[in-house]
């Protein structure tokens, strides 16, 4: 971390701004490139003020978007090529089990991709997830190349090779300021930097380092509590760490969707969240004490009263992570529209993680003018009429 009495004055290949899960990969790809790269994070690391903490993430091949199940089978690849480089193990298989009515579209789109063999019927489900309620008129799938990724062993983990690749990681250092140019200039809370190329990878403070480049993304951070349940009896339900995780596409007592993931970071407890939250501001975001007026938790016990009831109906333990959504849910990554060198990767809406290593190429591709290795249709700031303000 640079002492603020020595500002530090320096020019590089790229600049990336964040060093998130999408950051980081964003860094790693271009120092692997031979890019002399500069890393900035406003928080000394590991912090827990964005969206990448905790110790786990779900993985899944199967996505009921065909753009996303398209990237998977390289981003599956680009994580066992970070877990050789790093020589440490950064994901699980336990499988997943997608369960919804059937009919329900995005449901039926998994199905069609995963094949009627991935239907589970009753007795299957109750050998991959003991404990486990399906209803009627209900469907389970499964994936089972599924699993849960280690995630801040991760993200030390593609931080460390990226360093080791020669690129400089400086946290606890703030940009304030972006001058766009041939040469852009980044002004940080201890010193200039400059480059040919900037990668704004910034979570949920992406908007407010755009709105001053005449860019005002549909973005909204949403605060997300992330909720534990422990077993009513130890080890009577699905708490095992080699258990699926799940998630509910189309229910309509859940829209948004629920997801769970094995006992890994309590003993005991499942990890069972709403895909979903309340709109905040990054900055303000412990404001709201934890657990208050929280619709997502009654509606996350009366699940568990109906799906799970092995599981006690009042979480044990409750953490806070930030979504920052898209109105489509779908990522944006794409150039400035005025600025071609200055990339944005922003709204990775509760999904991104699994998706950072492609994430990061792609976003490193689109930097060095190269044909991005996946179709970028989906993710264009195009897609949002009117955001681009007065030019500057
Ligand atoms: C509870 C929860 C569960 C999730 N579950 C899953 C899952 O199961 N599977 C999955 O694929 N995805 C999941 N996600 C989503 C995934 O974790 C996110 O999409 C991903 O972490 C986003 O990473 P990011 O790098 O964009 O953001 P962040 O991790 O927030 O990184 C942005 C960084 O930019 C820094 N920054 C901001 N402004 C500045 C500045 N001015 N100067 C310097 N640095 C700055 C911030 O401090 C931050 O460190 C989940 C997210 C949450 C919250």
Known sequence: MAAPSQPQKATYDAIVIGAGIQGSFTAYH???????????????????????HGQSRIIRSVYPQE????????SFRLWQRLEAEAGTSLYRRTGLVVLGPAGDPELEGCRRRLGDNHVLDAAALAQHFPGFRLHAGEVALLDSSAGVLFADRALRAVQEVFRRHGGTLRDGEKVLCIEPGAMVTVTTTAGVYQAPRLIITAGAWTGALLEPLGLRLPLQPL???????????PGSTSTGTARPCFLTLGLSQAPHGIYGLPALEYPGMVKLCHHHGSPTDPEKRDQT????????????????SSYLPGLET????????????TPDEDFILDRHPNFSNIIIGAGFSGHGFKLAPVVGKLLCELSLGEEPSHSMAPFTITRFPGVLQAAL
């Open 30 to 52: 271009l120092a692997q490139r031979h890019r002399d790269t500069l890393l900035l994070e406003q928080f000394p690391l590991p912090h827990s003020r964005g969206s990448s």
């Open 67 to 74: 753009c996303y199940s398209r990237m998977m089978p390289d």
């Open 223 to 233: 605060r997300i509590n992330v909720c534990y349940w422990r077993e009513k009896q």
């Open 289 to 304: 004490p934890l657990g208050a007026s929280c619709p997502d938790i009654a509606l996350l016990s009366s699940f568990i």
């Open 314 to 325: 009042q979480p044990a333990v409750m953490e806070t992570c930030l979504y920052t959504n």
